[in-house]
């Protein structure tokens, strides 16, 4: 199997080792450097159907990157697009949903599907409305989170609260509910108002409860935010 292994300490690349006639598949334009061993190729990975669905659930490239070592053993450096950290992931003994733009790679045993989620998860969400994409299969795949990465592990009895734009990817049997807000004010519609003036005066938007056992990987960054705060700067000088 492909060696995933991420270097450097700030904004750091992948580094993938592939011995001949292994391959992997990444995100359209993350390859930055590849031995002469290697061949790329852009595909649509699942189909024509699958492409559209991964576009839909996650905002993910048409075509994605397939690299293969054809001619001999050979390496490659991936990069994301937004500054942060990486995590290699297990695939195999769990599967992982995975947020908005958090893919980088994967090794060849790993298929990236969509699945359906519920009616109000998909309203509320920003991972892919209807449909959100999960890796399964057997391998690892390469997620990235804007700035640090930190891995929680939920177990039963102790449910988190993660703002939405800080999850990256999550175990797939964890159970999650979407809120705008982090406590509880009753139900009907008094509860929505209560909800949403809460959400406000916290400064907390879409945030998610998760319950049950397994792994989550968040980030420190809020890709949101700072777009916002970009634009702030920009249009006030």
């Given at each position: 199997?492909?060696?995933?292994?991420?270097?450097?300490?700030?904004?750091?690349f992948l580094h993938v080792a592939l011995r001949r006639g292994e391959k992997i598949y990444c995100e359209s334009d993350a390859m930055v450097m590849m031995?002469?061993?290697?061949?790329?190729?852009?595909?649509?990975?699942?189909?024509?159907?699958?492409?559209?669905m991964r576009r839909m659930a996650n905002g993910e490239s048409f075509f994605q990157q397939h690299i293969e070592a054809v001619r001999g053993d050979g390496d490659c450096l991936l990069s994301p697009t937004l500054p942060g950290a990486m995590q290699v992931v297990d695939?195999?003994?769990a599967s992982y949903t995975l947020n908005d733009g958090a893919f980088v790679a994967?090794?060849?045993?790993?298929?990236?599907?969509?699945?359906?989620?519920?009616?109000?998860?998909?309203?509320?969400?920003q991972s892919g409305g209807f449909f959100v994409m999960e890796a399964t299969g057997r391998g690892q795949v390469v997620v990235s989170g804007f700035g640090s990465m930190f891995q929680l592990d939920v177990v039963p009895g102790k449910d988190v609260i993660i703002d939405n734009s800080h999850v990256v990817c999550w175990d797939s049997t964890l159970r999650y509910e979407i809120s705008v807000t982090t406590g509880s004010t009753g139900g009907g519609i008094g509860g929505m108002i209560g909800n949403m003036?809460?959400?406000?005066?916290?400064?907390?938007?879409?945030?998610?409860?998760?319950?049950?056992?397994?792994?989550?990987?968040?980030?420190?960054?809020?890709?949101?935010?700072?777009?916002?705060?970009m634009k702030k700067e920009v249009s006030g000088r």
């Open positions: 199997m492909p060696t995933f292994t991420v270097t450097g300490d700030v904004d750091p031995e002469t061993n290697l061949d790329l190729k852009g595909r649509m990975t699942g189909g024509i159907m699958g492409s559209i695939i195999g003994p994967a090794s060849d045993g790993v298929e990236l599907k969509t699945r359906t989620q519920s009616l109000g998860n998909a309203l509320f969400a003036i809460n959400s406000q005066t916290s400064g907390e938007g879409i945030v998610l409860r998760f319950s049950g056992t397994g792994k989550i990987h968040i980030c420190s960054r809020n890709r949101t935010g700072f777009l916002e705060w």
